[in-house]
C-alpha cells in the first residue's frame, strides 16, 4: 500500500487539476509521488511524532568517565540536601532546613559527551553560544566502520566510506551532521581501554581522515560531525586535520556519542542541546535522536 504521505499528494495533485481522473491518470500519479518520496532527500523532521523511537546519544557523566589524557576529571559537590540545617545560600535555606537539593559541579568544557565549537580550533570561530540554533537540529547521517575497528583500533572513516554510505543511502543530506560509528561507546565503562594508550601514551583510537572532513565541507552541505570517541580525530593524530578542516570551516563537531548503534544509518534527526555559556569553546550537551 502506499503511505499517506504519497496519497496526501496524489489526493492534492488531484485537487489542484480540479477535474476528475482516469484511473491510468490516478495511478500514474501515485507512481510519480512514490518515485518522488523515493529519491526525495531526508531532510531534519521538526519535532518527534509520538510513534518515533527516540535515542539519548549522551553519556551519563561520572567523576569516571574517560577525559582526554591531562584533563581534569569531572567533580561534583554537594552544597545542601534536602533537610539539611539551614546555611548560608540565599533561599536554599536561610533559617529553616533546606528544601533543595544542590551541586557545585566542576569539569573542563571537553568533558563527557560534548560539543566542540569552531573556536575550539580556529582563532575567527564561533564560541559555543553563537552556534545557530537552526544548526543544532539536523539529519543525522551514522556511518558504520565498527566492524573494521575492533580489527584495528587506528582506522580511519575515509572519503571511500562515505561514498559507499551514499551508494547505499543515497546523497547525504543537506545541512547534515555525520557521525562515526566505531562501537568505541561500548569502552566507556572502562576508562583506560576507552583512551587505550599505549606504554608511550599514545591512543590508539579511530577517527575522521583528514580528507574525508574535507571533502564533507567543500563537497557535501554538513552542519557538524560526530563521533563515538574522545575526539573527531585519531587518537595518534598529532596534526589534527580533522578538526582543523571542520571546525576552521565553521562546523561543529560532537564527540563521545553514545548509542549510535541503535539508530539507523539514514532517515533519524539529532538535536544537539548545546551550552550558552559566552566565550566558550564547547561543553557538555544532551544530544537525542529520533526515527
Known amino acids: 500500500m502506499c503511505s499517506p504521505r504519497i496519497m496526501t499528494h496524489v489526493y492534492g495533485t488531484i485537487e489542484k487539476r480540479g477535474a476528475p481522473?482516469?484511473?491510468?491518470?490516478?495511478?500514474?500519479?501515485?507512481?510519480?509521488a512514490g518515485l518522488a518520496a523515493a529519491v526525495a532527500p531526508a531532510t531534519a523532521s521538526a519535532a518527534p511524532t509520538s510513534e518515533a523511537s527516540i535515542v539519548d546519544l549522551t553519556h551519563v557523566l561520572t567523576p569516571t568517565f574517560p577525559v582526554w589524557p591531562g584533563a581534569q576529571q569531572f567533580a561534583m559537590r554537594t552544597v545542601a540536601r534536602i533537610g539539611d540545617a539551614p546555611i548560608l545560600l540565599g533561599s536554599v535555606g536561610i533559617g529553616a532546613p533546606s528544601v533543595f537539593y544542590k551541586n557545585e559541579l566542576r569539569y573542563d568544557e571537553h568533558t563527557g559527551t560534548h560539543v566542540d565549537a569552531p573556536a575550539h580550533a580556529s582563532v575567527n570561530g564561533l564560541t559555543v553560544e553563537q552556534i545557530p540554533p537552526r544548526d543544532l537540529v539536523a539529519p543525522l547521517a551514522v556511518v558504520d566502520i565498527s566492524v573494521r575497528a575492533r580489527a584495528d583500533n587506528d582506522t580511519l572513516l575515509t572519503r571511500q566510506d562515505l561514498l559507499d554510505w551514499e551508494s547505499d543511502h543515497g546523497p547525504l543530506p543537506d545541512r547534515?551532521?555525520?557521525?562515526?560509528?566505531?562501537?568505541w561507546d561500548?569502552?566507556?565503562?572502562?576508562?583506560a581501554t576507552f583512551t587505550n594508550q599505549d606504554t608511550t601514551g599514545v591512543q590508539h583510537t579511530p577517527g575522521f581522515d583528514p580528507d574525508a572532513v574535507e571533502f564533507l565541507v567543500r563537497e557535501r552541505d554538513i552542519v557538524a560531525l560526530g563521533s563515538d570517541t574522545l575526539s573527531v580525530d585519531a587518537g595518534r593524530s598529532t596534526t589534527y586535520g580533522a578538526h582543523l578542516a571542520a571546525l576552521g570551516a565553521g562546523k561543529y563537531a560532537v564527540e563521545a556519542l553514545a548509542n549510535l548503534s541503535q539508530v539507523p544509518p539514514s532517515g533519524a534527526t539529532v538535536m544537539v542541546g548545546a551550552p550558552t555559556h559566552a566565550g566558550g569553546s564547547g561543553g557538555p550537551c544532551r544530544t537525542l535522536a529520533w526515527f
Not at 481522473?21 to 510519480?32: D, E, I, Q, T
Not at 561500548?186 to 576508562?191: E, F, K, L, V, W
Request: glycine share 12%; net charge positive; with cysteine.
Open 176 to 183: 547534515c551532521m555525520v557521525a562515526m560509528n566505531s562501537g
Open 186 to 191: 561500548s569502552r566507556a565503562a572502562q576508562p
Open 21 to 32: 481522473m482516469s484511473r491510468r491518470s490516478l495511478f500514474g500519479a501515485v507512481g510519480a
